[in-house]
């Protein structure tokens, strides 16, 4: 198969009741998962990028607290959005506060928070983590994204970043 072509893929469907045909035509969605292990930004109908709210953005000092903020930039009107915010390994979160008034959810993992919306305009948002850093070394901080959550093919990233703490 060459490479960067989908599989063509056929769907034969019988419906038990007998009733093949409708007026209710049929998606499908085929998409492929990889990892890529050095993924450039990419901008779409979303912009992301985070930094932190110190002046030297990559040098951070232990049991110092920090924010964490990530602007995204919406182009276009999005429903139900999903941004997912790395931290580094060597921070831990400090109050882990529910967000502003367009956020409907957020959830806190050990490697990410998710930030869950249920409409967006078009305008720039900013999204606030308060952490702690604890480990001295450097670390990688993977790119945030934001994607529609029922057409993640809609999706925006920025590049992966070191951060330091001392």
Not at 27 to 52: A, M, Q, R
Not at 70 to 86: E, H
Not at 89 to 104: P, R
């Amino acid at each position: 198969m060459l490479k960067g072509l989908l599989p063509r893929v056929f769907i034969t469907w019988r419906n038990p009741l007998g009733e093949d045909e409708g007026d209710f035509p049929v998606y499908l969605t085929p998409y492929s998962h990889y990892w890529d292990p050095s993924p450039g930004v990419k901008k779409s109908e979303f912009e992301i990028s985070t930094g932190f709210d110190n002046q030297n953005s990559t040098i951070l000092k232990a049991g110092e607290p920090v924010r964490l903020i990530a602007s995204v930039k919406v182009k276009k009107d999005a429903d139900y959005v999903m941004i997912n915010i790395s931290i580094p390994a060597g921070c831990s979160y400090g109050n882990k506060s529910q967000g502003l008034y367009y956020e409907v959810h957020r959830e806190y993992f050990r490697n990410e928070t998710a930030i869950f919306c249920e409409n967006l305009s078009t305008g720039d948002y900013e999204f606030t983590i308060e952490l702690i850093p604890r480990y001295s070394g450097t670390y990688t901080m993977n790119p945030a994204k934001v994607e529609m959550m029922y057409f993640p093919t809609f999706n925006a990233n920025n590049s992966i970043r070191r951060v330091i703490i001392r």
